[in-house]
C-alpha cells in the first residue's frame, strides 16, 4: 500500500497550489483521509479532511475559506486545493487515511508528503 503525495514547491504569498494524493494497494473512497503538514520541530496538523461516508469535508480555521479538500473516485486520489497561500503554510504535506474526520489522527495508511513553501 503507498500514498504518494505530490504538487509541492515553491509559491510566492497568495499563489495558489493543488496538492494530490494518489493511492496504490487501496481503494482510497473506502477511506476517510486527511492532509495534514509538518514543520521540522513541530507537531504535525490537520488541513483537511474528507468523509468516506459522504464526502464532507472538513477543515480547521486556519484554512478555512482558503483548502479545498475533493476526491475524484476514477483516479483514487484524492487533491487539496490550496489558495491565498501565507508564508506561514510553509511545511510538508501529506496525506493519510483517519478513522472520523470529526477527530483527524493519522491512522494505518499514510505516505511521505510533498514540500510546500510559500515565499513572502
Known amino acids: 500500500v503507498q500514498l504518494q503525495a505530490s504538487g509541492g514547491g515553491l509559491v510566492p504569498s497568495g499563489g495558489s497550489l493543488r496538492l494530490s494524493c494518489a493511492a496504490s494497494g487501496i481503494t482510497l473512497k473506502d477511506y476517510s483521509v486527511g492532509w495534514f503538514r509538518r514543520v521540522p520541530g513541530k507537531q504535525s496538523e490537520g488541513v483537511g479532511c474528507i468523509s468516506s461516508k459522504n464526502d464532507n469535508t472538513y477543515y480547521p480555521d486556519l484554512v478555512k475559506g482558503r483548502f479545498i479538500i475533493s476526491r475524484v473516485n476514477s483516479e483514487n486520489t484524492v487533491y487539496l486545493q490550496m489558495n491565498n497561500l501565507k508564508p506561514g503554510d510553509t511545511a510538508n504535506y501529506y496525506c493519510?487515511?483517519?478513522?472520523?474526520?470529526?477527530?483527524?489522527?493519522?491512522?494505518?495508511?499514510w505516505g511521505k508528503g510533498t514540500l510546500v513553501t510559500v515565499s513572502s
Open positions: 493519510a487515511t483517519v478513522i472520523t474526520c470529526t477527530v483527524p489522527v493519522e491512522y494505518e495508511y
